[in-house]
């Protein structure tokens, strides 16, 4: 079938609500009666909670309530795990600690909820919040990831013996045998930093408990509503079915919001049930640095073989990964890590071993990236180290790594985030890595422009990183798409949305098929009323996961509406169209029948549905891929540099992304700008800068730097398309990959730039003060 | 304006052409007071220390933080929220390009950025894009990266002309 | 992220004003534009227990021009200044910086006396006005005085300003003929608060030696560093490269009094003020030459 509407730049159906303030995110919701939370939260990051005297705030006017984990009683316990420890593999170390909803004993980071108030408005609660009387006795604070693995070190858990939290090791080949080949063996110590998220709209979480009708409602900024809807009916002795989340409108998610639970979610809606009040809590912006998961901190032991000519034939990558206080996302950071440290190269043989740590900083789940970026920055950093030291051109000696169009699937032999093998589908890499350096004119910038421009005094540099990103993971995601009597459809989704224009992009799958308007098809996510089976927004899967089972749901109502309209048009299927919601008999404009008129008829009032068939024009399909397609692309950026001051200017971007079929070009570069600004921020403006107290020293937004309008270049995008076959779209994921090569190619670029002197960045992110230390010494 | 009792006020102030009369603390916040006395809640709010720009709307035709003022402040002024700009079936031009340039993903921050817009094309009709990017610089979104937002700017310029 | 409960006052008139804060002492604050203060109260970092609101007293927002320079009313917005054809003319290095103060929206509320009058070591109004040898008219129920803006800054958000007092405008005199000016800066991004910023503000006599200039820094001490050393050692004599490098290093060495934060080390800062100095030494310097009325 010819496509109509996959591949075209169609403005975005949820826009208007958006762009008049007419759509509903959390804080948007006002119910009557509705009363406010605030959290005390623990200045230290590790003391031991001797008193809380709670008294004062009780009696504050206009509060209602104030908890405490002892309040709690029997219903105060730790967790659940969000992401189940891995299976049993040879040596796998897992010690699963989870967050609390209250601190009852001992604060773990800075940050971490030791009391609520429940008052009549937030500013009362924030009152009180202030009136409540902790005495702490601090604690060491073990804020070093290598540090905290020394036999002396003090412990987060006391449980356990050590600060170790995981540990688990993956083997490709035979390193040793490599390293005997080698012409050369490169070693470096790489670090890297932590970030924040940072979406615009902070958490939030409402609860309407109705006692009479037994029936609890939530709305929650959730990347995840129909896990955190079983979740809560475990935990609240609910029936699933008494339990609705609703993750209306949501302000950005980019991983954390993905956390089950925030203690948060878990407090507020035990809260309204025992209090029969709605109540609202609402995060605030400092809260959002201490309470809402971060990512990135990792310590890197490195090593690439190789021989003369610049072939790779070995790498060795072991590591250290900061989980901060808890670990309830399991090992998804790290194990990503180590799914893309090989990045898009034919390397045969690998090792490589990571430690999870814990340490008194806040807790650690997938940012944009999700352990990604790490392992494409220690790989292109290895290859711009290996090219200097062999005296390779960097492009060339990636050309004659890179896999080959001919060696897919490509099989590592090791496991993926979702346990499943890492499997690289499909793809055509060279051709994206030429395409990018045709697109931002790598031989002429390198021969004509950088040599004119040095003579004038400018300091320019280029920087070219190729890149795999593993995208699409199951378990499933499933949809129910319906023809209604309006001849509009209706599809239900059980993953969340958080910007990504999926009322959109699935509207064009489905409009697809079925012979509508895009305008005409509506989508509803996020609400586990409307669909109860599915997982989550995570891992760059919505188009591929949900997409794939809205496609096939399609499908199928597509077959219902020939089978049917065939009966009543008295023409065999195969001479009639669908189109502009009617079918037609070919040839026949005049013999038609509207999809509205159909789908009434398949749910008629009076006579039967046939036996062996289902009443009207729809169906519920899932999709559930054994490994997840793997998406390549390629950045390039020219960057100008004031070697005085070392500030950066980014002049040109280029982006090449084949994330197989593009349903939506338009979407699909706006992900790509997004991703690229995050991860410019996590090259040169994003850190979180913790003190040797635990402390965050900023906090804010005046401290913590977004990339701004003024920062950012204009990015050139351009496609390639090698479709999955892992799916009937042949789609591959795309959201995260924006962020992933930034760091990489910054790096590189600044190395260029600076080529007369003597220096190596060997660490992410990074900032004018740290270039001058680095070139300085 | 005047003071009652317990450090009251009572304030009126014009939103959308719509008078309001209210009674209020004075620590009110100007972007809480329209979003929950009014339930003008297009108006966001994401950093309440002035640096994010989602709360911006425009005070006598000046865009401004509206978590940066008591709403006590806004006594007697005039204030335009992203829902006096137009509507779903009449949307205003610059709402128009946003939604043809893809210059919003979330639209968290994107009320902000309207208003900005909106009164920054009343003062430059025919901006540069460096000028336009100047201009957005008190708005921060985490999901566009801005291009498409400079792309609507210079597209919404255009419809005006 | 919401502000404690404060007792509130809206004067319309000056001598209200003044008796609020003659009644309140130290009890209370002033809100001006409020685009510092009221970040701070929603952090809950600030409590004032009384707001005295400036915002209702139109006779303290104005710009006027006459022989002694421009004057700027405290209460002028920023955005105001940033527009006026009279700041431009008479009051070019300020005019010429008031779009990288913040950002469009924080300029429609922030006032010129405010940001002064908070003493921000990191913000440009205070190094220019410094530089630029302004005064303020401090005014009470007790009088008014005008003070030297080289004599207002005594440190970390802290000025001669008594706490019944308020500053009702800044004067700022003419540059004489043959005058240059410029102010550079390194921020982490264009709007944020600088690193660093160095002031130059020069006057050649007729044969074009150095008759007067200042050197005045932002961001590396508790108040607007002013490099008067580094300054008089460009006087009397040619502004050759090698005056303006010995200048910048005396100042960046000597002169300056930088702390380490997370933008940035002391060492950094210095080389930056060093840079800087330069750099705007170097533009004065230029647009001194061209200036010959």
């Known amino acids: 079938m010819e496509k109509k509407l996959i591949g075209k730049r169609i403005p975005r159906n949820e826009d208007p609500r958006l762009l008049t303030g007419q759509a509903q995110f959390v804080d948007d919701v006002n119910l009557p009666g509705m009363l406010h939370a605030a959290f005390l939260r623990s200045e230290y990051a590790h003391a031991r909670l001797v008193s809380l005297d709670v008294s004062k705030a009780r009696q504050h006017p206009g509060v209602v309530a104030v908890y405490t984990a002892e309040d709690m009683g029997k219903d105060w316990f730790p967790g659940p795990p969000l992401v189940s420890p891995p299976p049993t593999v040879e040596d796998v170390v897992f010690h699963s600690r989870r967050q609390v909803p209250l601190v009852k004993d001992k604060i773990r980071h800075a940050g971490e909820a030791v009391a609520v108030v429940i008052a009549e408005n937030r500013y009362i609660a924030e009152d009180a919040a202030e009136l409540i009387e902790v005495e702490y006795e601090s604690l060491p604070v073990i804020m070093n990831i290598e540090k905290a693995l020394e036999a002396d070190s003090p412990l987060v858990h006391d449980d356990l013996d050590s600060n170790l939290a995981a540990q688990l090791s993956q083997k490709k080949g035979d390193y040793e045998a490599a390293l005997k080949e080698a012409d050369v063996v490169i070693r470096r110590r790489i670090v890297i930093e932590r970030g924040a998220a940072a979406a615009m709209e902070n958490r939030g979480v409402i609860a309407q408990w109705d006692a009479k009708g037994e029936a609890l409602t939530v709305w929650d900024t959730t990347q995840a509503p129909i896990p955190i809807r079983n979740g809560l009916a475990a935990r609240l002795g609910l029936s699933e079915s008494q339990v609705r989340v609703i993750a209306p409108y949501i302000g950005g998610g980019f991983g954390p919001k993905i956390m089950m639970f925030y203690p948060e979610e878990m407090l507020i809606p035990w809260l309204a049930m025992k209090l029969n009040r709605p109540i609202k809590w609402i995060e605030d912006r400092r809260e959002n640095f201490y309470a809402t998961t971060q990512e990135r901190g990792q310590v890197h032991d490195v090593e690439i073989a190789l021989t003369r000519d610049g072939k790779v034939l070995g790498l060795k990558d072991n590591f250290l990964h900061d989980t901060g206080a808890y670990d309830p996302y399991g090992l998804t950071i790290p194990i990503n890590t180590q799914c893309h440290v090989m990045g898009g190269y034919d390397i045969k043989n690998f090792t490589s071993e990571f430690k999870v740590v814990f340490t008194n900083k806040i807790i650690v789940t997938p940012v944009r990236g999700a352990g990604r970026p790490q392992g494409i920055f220690i790989i292109e950093r290895m290859m711009d180290f290996a090219a200097k030291e062999l005296g390779i051109d960097p492009v060339e000696i990636r050309k004659r790594n890179l896999i080959q169009p001919n060696a897919f699937p490509y099989e590592h032999g090791i496991i993926d985030q979702a346990f499943a093998p890492l499997i690289l589908d499909s793809g055509n890499y060279p051709a994206v890595l030429q395409k990018t350096l045709d697109a931002i004119g790598y031989e002429k910038f390198i021969k004509e422009e950088q040599p004119r421009l040095r003579k004038e005094g400018k300091y320019v540099g280029i920087g070219v990183v190729p890149f795999i990103e593993t995208t699409g993971i199951g378990p499933y995601e499933g949809a129910r798409v319906t023809v209604e009597a309006s001849g509009k459809v209706n599809v239900a989704t059980g993953i969340g949305t958080q910007g990504q224009g999926h009322f959109t992009s699935f509207a064009q799958i489905v409009a697809e098929q079925i012979g509508v308007k895009v305008t005409d098809v509506r989508i509803v996510t996020g609400d586990t009323s409307e669909f109860h089976w599915g997982t989550g927004t995570f891992a760059s899967r919505g188009a591929v996961v949900a997409g794939s089972a809205i496609h096939a749901a399609s499908s199928m109502v597509r077959k219902k509406i020939f089978t049917l309209a065939s009966k009543i048009l008295e023409t065999p299927e195969e001479e009639l169209e669908l189109e502009d919601g009617a079918v037609r008999v070919a040839d026949m404009p005049q013999r038609f029948i509207s999809l509205g008129e159909l789908a009434l008829l398949a749910n008629p009032l009076r006579g039967a549905v046939e036996p062996g068939t289902e009443p009207g024009l729809e169906s519920t399909a899932y999709y559930g891929p054994r490994y997840g397609p793997t998406a390549f692309g390629a950045h390039a950026m020219i960057l100008e540099l004031d070697p005085d001051t070392m500030m950066v200017k980014v002049r040109r971007y280029v982006v090449t992304e084949d994330c197989g079929t593009v349903l939506n070009p338009l979407i699909l570069e706006g992900q790509v700008h997004g991703g690229v600004s995050m991860g410019l921020g996590n090259s040169y403006y994003e850190q979180l800068h913790y003190d040797e107290n635990g402390q965050l020293l900023n906090a804010s937004f005046a401290d913590y730097l977004l990339v701004g309008a003024t920062e950012m270049p204009n990015i050139e995008v351009h496609h390639v398309e090698t479709l999955s076959p892992l799916n009937e779209l042949g789609v591959k994921g795309a959201g995260e990959a924006g962020a992933i090569p930034v760091p990489a190619v910054f790096a590189q670029a600044v190395e260029n730039a600076l080529s007369d002197r003597e220096f190596e960045i060997n660490e992410m992110p990074l900032s004018p003060n740290r270039l001058f230390e680095l070139v300085k010494s | 304006m005047e003071s009652t009792a317990q450090n009251l006020f009572e304030l009126a102030v014009t939103v959308n052409g719509t008078r309001y009369e209210r009674t209020v603390e004075p620590r009110m916040l100007l972007s809480d007071f329209l979003r929950h006395e009014l339930d003008l809640t297009g108006t966001h709010v994401g950093c309440e220390h002035g640096v994010c720009g989602a709360c911006s709307v425009l005070m006598d035709g000046r865009p401004v933080r509206s978590c940066l003022m008591f709403a006590v402040q806004a006594n007697g002024h005039e204030i335009t929220t992203v829902e006096g700009l137009g509507t779903i079936d009449n949307l205003h031009p610059v709402q128009k390009s946003f939604q043809e340039a893809h210059g919003l993903q979330c639209g968290f921050c994107t009320p902000g950025i309207l208003t900005t817009v909106v009164a920054f094309l009343e003062e430059n009709p025919d901006p540069s894009e460096e000028e336009i990017r100047e201009a957005i610089s008190g708005n921060l979104c985490r999901c566009t990266g801005y291009q498409h937002i400079v792309d609507a700017v210079q597209l919404a310029a255009e419809k005006m002309k | ?293």
């Open chain 3, 1 to 293: 992220m919401k502000p404690a409960p404060f007792e509130y006052h809206a004067p319309t008139t000056v001598e209200q004003a003044l008796s609020l804060l003659a009644e309140h002492g130290y009890d209370a604050k002033i809100l001006a534009g409020g685009q510092s203060l009221i970040p701070m109260m929603n952090f809950r970092l600030a409590q004032p227990a009384v707001l005295v609101d400036m915002n209702n007293i139109p006779d303290l927002a104005f710009i006027k021009a006459g022989d002694d320079g421009l004057r700027i009313g405290a209460m002028t917005r920023h955005y105001q200044v940033e527009t006026s054809d009279l700041a431009a003319e008479h009051a070019p290095l300020i005019h010429a910086t008031m779009p990288k103060i913040a950002y469009p929206q924080v300029r429609s509320r922030g006032t010129f006396g405010g940001s002064i009058s908070h003493a921000d070591p990191a913000a440009e109004l205070p190094t220019l006005t410094f530089a630029l040898d302004a005064k303020f008219r401090l005014v009470s129920l007790r009088g008014e005085r005008w003070i030297p803006a080289r004599e207002f800054f005594f440190g970390l958000f802290t000025t001669a300003l008594e706490p019944d007092e308020i500053l009702a405008e800044a004067s700022i005199p003419p540059l004489p003929p043959h005058s240059g000016w410029s102010l550079q800066e390194v921020a982490r991004r264009p709007h944020d608060f600088a690193l660093v910023g160095a002031a130059a503000v020069l006057t050649l006599d007729a044969n074009g030696r150095c008759e007067d200039a200042r050197l005045v820094f932002l961001s590396v001490g508790d108040r607007p560093m002013f490099a008067e050393r580094a300054s008089d050692l460009l006087k009397g004599q040619e502004v050759t490269p090698e005056a303006i490098r010995a200048a910048a290093e005396l100042a960046s060495t000597e002169e300056i009094d930088p702390s380490s934060d997370i933008h940035a080390s002391v060492d950094f800062r210095r080389h930056l003020a060093n840079v800087l100095c330069r750099r705007a030494i170097e533009q004065a310097l230029e647009r001194a030459k061209e200036n010959k009325e």
